[in-house]
């Protein structure tokens, strides 16, 4: 079992900045898969970013140039730096992990994400 405790999110104003955060349980984390997804009113959950294991990044195209994923595994954590922040990125962001090796996936409580002037 995987525990993830996502933080950082909050309200801001269009053309501004946060950083979420997502903390994993597990001595195992470096080979986890660990992904953003957010889920806006009334739509459904999309990928945001991701990043395997070798530190190799994906992006959808709505936030590329915008937003960046990394990871430290020697805090277990995963990190989204949100940039340019527009009403249409308003959401709950979840924070999830997969281990491919045994097709297992987790997912974090979210966050909420709430960009308005």
């Known amino acids: 079992q995987v525990q993830l405790v996502e933080s950082g999110g909050g309200l801001v104003q269009p053309g501004g900045s946060l950083r979420l955060s997502c903390a994993a349980s597990?001595?195992?984390?470096?080979?986890?898969?660990m992904g953003w997804y957010r889920q806006a009113p009334g739509k459904q959950r999309e990928l945001v970013a991701d990043?395997?294991?070798?530190?190799?990044?994906n992006y959808a195209d709505s936030v590329k140039g915008r937003f960046t994923i990394s990871r430290d595994n020697a805090k277990n954590t995963v990190y989204l730096q949100m940039n340019s922040l527009q009403p249409e990125d308003t959401g709950v962001y979840y924070c999830?992990?997969?281990?491919?090796?045994?097709?297992?996936?987790?997912w974090g409580q979210g966050t909420q994400v709430t960009v308005s002037s």
């Open positions: 999830k992990a997969v281990i491919v090796t045994i097709a297992r996936a987790y």
């Open positions: 597990g001595s195992r984390f470096s080979i986890y898969t």
């Open positions: 990043v395997i294991s070798g530190g190799s990044t």
